[in-house]
C-alpha cells in the first residue's frame, strides 16, 4: 500500500491549482486522476474567461474566489508565459427595460470590490464595438481570456517542480476513514493511505463525498449542460459581449467571447442532464440564434455548431441560487478530509484563490 501526505481528487484546473500551492509548503502531495491527461472535463469545456466578480452576492465564497482569483490567475499567466489576454467585457442593455438591471449589475459588482466599473452609452459603445447593438452598456475592464490548455500545462509543471506527482488512469473508487487518516481504493486494485484527502472531483464530488460516508442529501450535484455555437462572419471584436444575465443565476446568457486569434463563438445556454455525454445537437439553434440577435447580427445559416462542457451545480431546476461548497469534514467525523462541491462558474477564475484558501484551512 503506497502512503501519501495529501491525496488530491482530480486533475482539473482546481485540483491541478490546489496541487500547485499545496506543494509549495506540503511534503508529499499526489494528484489521482481518472483519466489519460489532465482537463478532460470541465475545465476545457468552457468559455476560458477570466471573469471579474461582478455577478455573485457579496459575502460569497464565488465574490471572493473570483476577485482575488482575477488578479492571482493574471499574475500567474504573466510569471509562467501563458497566454492570456485582458481584453475587458460589455454587458449590454439592449431595451430601457434592461436599464435598472445593468446599474444594479454595476452595484453588485462594486460591493464585491471590482474596479473600473463604468456605465456607457450608445455612441461609446458603437465606439468600441460598431458591430453590437446595445442602448448602453456595463463596461467591465477586468474581465479577460485565457488558454486554460496552457494554463493547466503550467499549474502541473510548477507542482511537479515542487515534487508533487500526478497520476493517471487512477480512478477512486472507494474511501474508508481509518485510524491515521484515509484508504482510498482504486480500480486497477490499488490502495493508497492518505493523510488529507482533497476532494477536487468536479462533476463526481458529490460521489467521492458519499463514499467517504458524508451525507450528501444537500449536496447533490446537478449536470446542467452549456453548448457553444461559432461563426466566421462575424471579426474584429476586441470585447467579449454579454447579455444580462439570468436573474434565478442559472446561466450568465448566452454571450459572445473571443479566443486568443479572436475567433467567435456564442454561448454555453444551460439545460439540465442526467448524462455524461458531450455530444451537440441542433435542437438549440434557434434560441442562440434569437439570443445573440438581440446583441449582434447574425445570420442562423452563419451559426456552426462548436462544443459543449457540464457545469457541476448543486443548484437543481426549481432550487434557488447556491454557492460553493468548501469544508473541511471534521465536524462530520471525517478530519483532514476537504470537500470541494460545485465548483462551477467562475471556477476556472477562482482557481487559485481557491487553492490558498484550501491551503489554509490545512494550516489551521
Ligand atoms: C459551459 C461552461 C462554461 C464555463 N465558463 C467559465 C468561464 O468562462 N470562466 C470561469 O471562471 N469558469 C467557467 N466555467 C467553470 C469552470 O470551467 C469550472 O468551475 C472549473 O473548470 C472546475 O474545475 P474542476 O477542477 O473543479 O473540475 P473538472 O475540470 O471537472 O476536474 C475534475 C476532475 O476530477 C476527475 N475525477 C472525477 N471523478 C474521479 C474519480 N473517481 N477518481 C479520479 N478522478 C476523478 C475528473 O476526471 C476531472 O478531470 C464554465 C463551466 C462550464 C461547464
Redesign the pocket.
Known amino acids: 500500500m503506497e502512503e501519501v501526505n495529501v491525496l488530491v481528487?482530480?486533475?482539473?484546473?482546481?485540483?491541478?491549482s490546489i496541487a500547485k500551492v499545496l506543494s509549495e509548503e506540503f511534503e508529499d502531495v499526489v494528484v489521482?486522476?481518472?483519466?489519460k491527461s489532465?482537463?478532460?472535463?470541465?475545465?476545457?469545456?468552457?468559455?476560458?474567461?477570466?471573469?471579474s466578480g461582478i455577478y455573485y452576492s457579496k459575502d460569497s465564497l464565488k465574490a471572493k474566489f473570483?476577485v482575488e482569483g482575477n488578479k492571482l490567475l493574471y499574475d500567474f499567466c504573466e510569471k509562467h508565459n501563458v497566454p492570456y489576454q485582458n481584453c475587458g467585457k460589455l454587458v449590454v442593455a439592449t431595451s430601457e427595460e434592461e436599464l435598472d438591471a445593468l446599474y444594479k449589475l454595476k452595484e453588485k459588482g462594486e460591493r464585491n470590490g471590482v474596479q473600473n466599473l463604468k456605465i456607457i452609452d450608445k455612441e461609446e459603445c458603437l465606439q468600441l464595438e460598431p458591430q453590437v447593438k446595445a442602448i448602453k452598456a456595463l463596461k467591465v475592464d477586468a474581465t479577460g481570456i485565457v488558454d486554460t490548455h496552457s494554463l493547466m500545462h503550467q499549474l502541473a509543471l510548477q507542482a511537479e517542480k515542487n515534487d508533487a506527482f500526478i497520476i493517471y488512469d487512477?480512478?477512486?473508487?472507494a474511501i474508508k476513514k481509518v485510524e491515521n487518516g484515509y484508504q482510498v481504493s482504486?480500480a486497477d486494485g490499488e490502495i493508497f493511505q492518505a493523510n488529507y484527502v482533497i476532494n477536487?472531483?468536479?462533476?463526481?464530488?458529490d460521489?467521492?463525498a458519499e463514499m467517504a460516508g458524508l451525507d450528501i442529501s444537500n449536496l447533490k450535484i446537478h449536470w446542467?449542460k452549456?453548448e457553444?455555437y461559432k461563426t466566421t462572419k462575424i471579426k474584429n471584436i476586441k470585447h467579449l459581449i454579454y447579455p444580462l444575465p439570468d436573474p434565478k443565476g442559472i446561466s450568465l446568457g448566452i454571450h459572445l467571447?473571443i479566443n486568443l486569434n479572436g475567433e467567435v463563438r456564442f454561448?454555453?445556454n444551460a439545460y439540465y442532464v442526467d448524462e455524461l455525454n458531450y455530444a451537440m445537437d441542433e435542437t438549440y439553434l434557434d434560441d442562440f440564434y434569437q439570443a445573440v440577435n438581440r446583441y449582434i447580427e447574425v445570420k442562423k445559416e452563419h451559426l456552426q455548431l462548436d462544443d459543449?462542457?457540464?457545469?457541476?451545480k448543486l443548484q437543481g431546476p426549481n432550487d434557488d441560487y447556491r454557492d460553493y461548497y468548501i469544508q473541511e469534514e471534521s465536524a462530520n467525523g471525517l478530519p483532514n478530509f476537504i470537500n470541494?462541491i460545485g465548483?462551477?462558474?467562475?471556477?476556472?477564475?477562482?482557481?487559485l484563490a481557491i487553492a490558498e484558501y484550501v491551503k489554509e484551512i490545512m494550516k489551521k
Open positions: 481528487i482530480g486533475a482539473g484546473v482546481v485540483g491541478l489521482v486522476e481518472k483519466e489532465f482537463g478532460r472535463h470541465t475545465s476545457s469545456r468552457n468559455s476560458e474567461v477570466i471573469h473570483c487512477m480512478e477512486v473508487t482504486f477536487s472531483a468536479g462533476l463526481f464530488s460521489k467521492i446542467c452549456g457553444y467571447t454561448g454555453p459543449c462542457g457540464i457545469r457541476p470541494l465548483i462551477e462558474s467562475p471556477g476556472l477564475t477562482s482557481c
